[in-house]
């Protein structure tokens, strides 16, 4: 099995879309529950070329109280591996680095309270992605590093807090599902006071069983080619199995039952003797292998191959190809708004307009790429709550948004893309940012802005030419320019932007209009 090389080639059409990125260097990171990685990375003669790795067992899985709080020991050492890491990072562009974290963060009761430590320490943006996000994103990873893309495979991922499993074809994850079983969990949960029984044993392969029940069924039925692990525990397995004579970078069922038997047979943690196994992954081995072992009994598997590509390589990968315009989040989109029956029409006419506003002002309101896309989508869903009812249909929007699954998009993305859905009409609630990390509300309240104005000006569903029509920025708001005689003809979009104005008032910003000479019109 090929991992992720020193040079990785990738295919003849994502090599012609690597060329205008020639030289440039890219950063990765995973904040794992039992380690912290992170990969540096150039494009160099149509693929990716490793400069760097770093990698640190934080065990941040292994500090998470009952409370949903993180121990101060291990929250501080979490923040000293980033500052390493943020350290590596220095000179690399905010744009040409991803760095997320997972299921401990996942859990925890105020994931921002931490994430804005760590992100003060690493000196860079930290997402939360979801499970089923996670997984296909390892995926990605797992794929560019394969020589065989056209059969269907079992991705296997075990990591600290949670496992994923992957039915993928290509570089497309076809199905994709997050259990809660992770080795530094399993380990605490059922081998915490360091004892190993067969009985033990067999209850983590009844909460397997429990955990997969759902998808098992469906998931044989899709059929697969060969099964591939990936991560910390099933590559120290494979070494393990390795150093007692078995094939590299393979696990095969015969010979990890004699491992679970050798293991079972020590009967305590600290008595186990296994070649191959570092002192740091000795402390959440037992766990993980239960997993192992019960995952390949519930699939039927006969053996499983290992790749050292995981979630910090589709982490890369999905970067770049945000950058070369093969953002998995527009097919997300589309197919959301397909699946609730969005008016394509207006929400073109819709998006083309909040594009249009954009370009004008973006410059002067230090507008990035990453905002413009944001926008896009927002226009493109913002009728999605219609599929609903037409009353408060922005509000069913943002509901819709926040409680989908949307391939690419982060937990944060998300939760501004359901706010501007949310936003996009009407009163704004209260507090609109409740969910939204500090450092993008600024942004955010500009694109809220920007949206509610296209809804505006395409309320009559594209009779109205908008030719003339120009958005400027002010020292507090926005001054929104008309053609002489445009206005005056319209008392619904007068009456309208009338309302926009006092909404607006209450985000902060002020919204004035002129129409050729003439200075707000509407008093």
Same mark, same amino acid.
């Given at each position: 099995m090929n991992g992720f090389a020193d040079t990785t080639p990738v295919d003849r059409e994502s090599a012609a879309a690597f060329n205008s990125l020639e030289?440039?260097?890219?950063?990765?990171?995973?904040?794992?529950?039992?380690?912290?990685?992170?990969?540096?990375?150039?494009?160099?003669?149509?693929?990716?070329?490793?400069?760097?790795?770093?990698?640190?067992?934080?065990?941040?899985?292994?500090?998470?109280?009952?409370?949903?709080?993180?121990?101060? /020991?291990?929250?501080?050492? %979490?923040? #000293?591996?980033?500052? @390493?890491?943020?350290? &590596? =990072?220095?000179?690399?562009?905010?744009e040409r680095v991803r760095v997320?974290?997972?299921?401990?963060?996942?859990?925890?009761?105020?994931?921002?309270?931490?994430?804005?430590l760590a992100e003060t320490a690493l000196g860079h943006p930290i997402e939360i992605v979801s499970g089923r996000e996670e997984a296909r994103? /390892?995926?990605?990873?797992? %794929?560019? #590093?394969?020589?065989? @893309?056209?059969?269907? &495979? =079992?991705?296997?991922?075990?990591?600290?807090?949670?496992?994923?499993?992957?039915?993928?074809?290509?570089?497309?994850?076809?199905?994709?599902e997050s259990t809660q079983l992770g080795c530094v969990a399993t380990t605490a949960q059922y081998f915490g006071d360091g004892k190993i029984t067969r009985k033990r044993w067999q209850e983590v392969a009844t909460r397997?069983?429990?955990?997969?029940?759902?998808?098992?069924?469906?998931?044989?039925?899709?059929?697969?080619?060969?099964?591939?692990?990936?991560?910390?525990?099933?590559k120290a397995t494979a070494k393990i199995l390795g150093e007692l004579g078995e094939p590299p970078q393979l696990i095969?069922?015969?010979?990890?039952?004699?491992?679970?038997?050798?293991?079972?047979?020590?009967?305590?943690?600290?008595?186990?003797?296994?070649?191959?196994l570092s002192e740091e992954r000795r402390l959440v081995i037992v766990g993980g292998l239960a997993i192992v072992d019960a995952a390949l009994d519930a699939f039927?598997?006969?053996?499983?191959?290992?790749?050292?590509?995981?979630?910090?390589?589709?982490?890369?990968?999905?970067?770049?190809?945000?950058?070369?315009?093969?953002?998995?989040?527009?097919?997300?989109?589309?197919?959301?708004?397909?699946?609730?029956?969005?008016?394509?029409?207006?929400?073109?006419?819709?998006?083309?307009?909040?594009?249009?506003?954009?370009?004008?002002?973006?410059i002067p309101l230090g507008l990035g790429a990453e905002d413009r896309e944001h926008l896009r989508y927002a226009a493109l869903l913002h009728e999605v709550g219609l599929a609903i009812a037409h009353s408060q249909h922005h509000l069913h929007g943002g509901y819709i948004v926040q409680h989908s699954d949307l391939a690419g998009f982060s937990r944060d993305e998300q939760s501004a893309l359901a706010m501007l859905v949310r936003c996009h009409r009407r009163k704004p609630p209260v507090n609109p940012y409740a969910d939204i990390p500090e450092r993008d509300r600024d942004r955010l309240r500009w694109l809220v802005a920007l949206l509610r104005i296209a809804v505006v000006l395409q309320r009559a569903r594209g009779v109205d030419s908008l030719a003339g029509i120009r958005l400027t920025v002010e020292p507090r708001g926005l001054k929104l320019h008309f053609p002489r005689g445009w206005l005056p003809g319209r008392p619904l979009t007068r009456a309208d932007l009338r309302g926009e104005r006092q909404h607006l008032e209450e985000l902060g910003l002020k919204l004035r209009i002129v129409s050729g000479l003439t200075a707000d019109l509407l008093d």
């Amino acid at each position: 099995m090929n991992g992720f090389a020193d040079t990785t080639p990738v295919d003849r059409e994502s090599a012609a879309a690597f060329n205008s990125l020639e030289g440039q260097t890219f950063a990765a990171a995973d904040l794992g529950s039992n380690s912290f990685h992170m990969i540096v990375a150039r494009i160099s003669a149509g693929g990716l070329q490793v400069v760097d790795r770093l990698r640190d067992t934080v065990r941040l899985g292994a500090g998470l109280t009952p409370a949903g709080t993180l121990d101060p /020991t291990v929250r501080d050492r %979490a923040l #000293a591996c980033l500052s @390493r890491f943020g350290e &590596r =990072l220095r000179g690399i562009p905010s744009e040409r680095v991803r760095v997320a974290s997972t299921n401990t963060v996942r859990q925890l009761r105020q994931p921002r309270a931490f994430l804005m430590l760590a992100e003060t320490a690493l000196g860079h943006p930290i997402e939360i992605v979801s499970g089923r996000e996670e997984a296909r994103l /390892t995926h990605l990873g797992v %794929a560019h #590093a394969m020589p065989d @893309r056209l059969n269907r &495979r =079992l991705v296997i991922d075990i990591g600290g807090g949670s496992t994923e499993f992957i039915i993928g074809l290509d570089t497309e994850a076809l199905e994709t599902e997050s259990t809660q079983l992770g080795c530094v969990a399993t380990t605490a949960q059922y081998f915490g006071d360091g004892k190993i029984t067969r009985k033990r044993w067999q209850e983590v392969a009844t909460r397997f069983a429990l955990e997969v029940a759902p998808f098992r069924t469906h998931f044989l039925a899709t059929g697969w080619k060969r099964a591939i692990g990936t991560s910390g525990t099933m590559k120290a397995t494979a070494k393990i199995l390795g150093e007692l004579g078995e094939p590299p970078q393979l696990i095969r069922r015969r010979a990890l039952k004699l491992l679970v038997d050798r293991v079972i047979r020590a009967g305590e943690i600290g008595k186990l003797k296994l070649p191959g196994l570092s002192e740091e992954r000795r402390l959440v081995i037992v766990g993980g292998l239960a997993i192992v072992d019960a995952a390949l009994d519930a699939f039927g598997l006969e053996e499983v191959q290992i790749s050292e590509a995981a979630l910090r390589e589709g982490l890369l990968y999905d970067l770049i190809g945000r950058l070369q315009h093969t953002d998995p989040r527009e097919a997300s989109v589309r197919a959301l708004a397909q699946r609730f029956s969005v008016d394509a029409a207006q929400a073109e006419r819709v998006h083309d307009t909040a594009m249009m506003l954009y370009d004008h002002v973006s410059i002067p309101l230090g507008l990035g790429a990453e905002d413009r896309e944001h926008l896009r989508y927002a226009a493109l869903l913002h009728e999605v709550g219609l599929a609903i009812a037409h009353s408060q249909h922005h509000l069913h929007g943002g509901y819709i948004v926040q409680h989908s699954d949307l391939a690419g998009f982060s937990r944060d993305e998300q939760s501004a893309l359901a706010m501007l859905v949310r936003c996009h009409r009407r009163k704004p609630p209260v507090n609109p940012y409740a969910d939204i990390p500090e450092r993008d509300r600024d942004r955010l309240r500009w694109l809220v802005a920007l949206l509610r104005i296209a809804v505006v000006l395409q309320r009559a569903r594209g009779v109205d030419s908008l030719a003339g029509i120009r958005l400027t920025v002010e020292p507090r708001g926005l001054k929104l320019h008309f053609p002489r005689g445009w206005l005056p003809g319209r008392p619904l979009t007068r009456a309208d932007l009338r309302g926009e104005r006092q909404h607006l008032e209450e985000l902060g910003l002020k919204l004035r209009i002129v129409s050729g000479l003439t200075a707000d019109l509407l008093d």
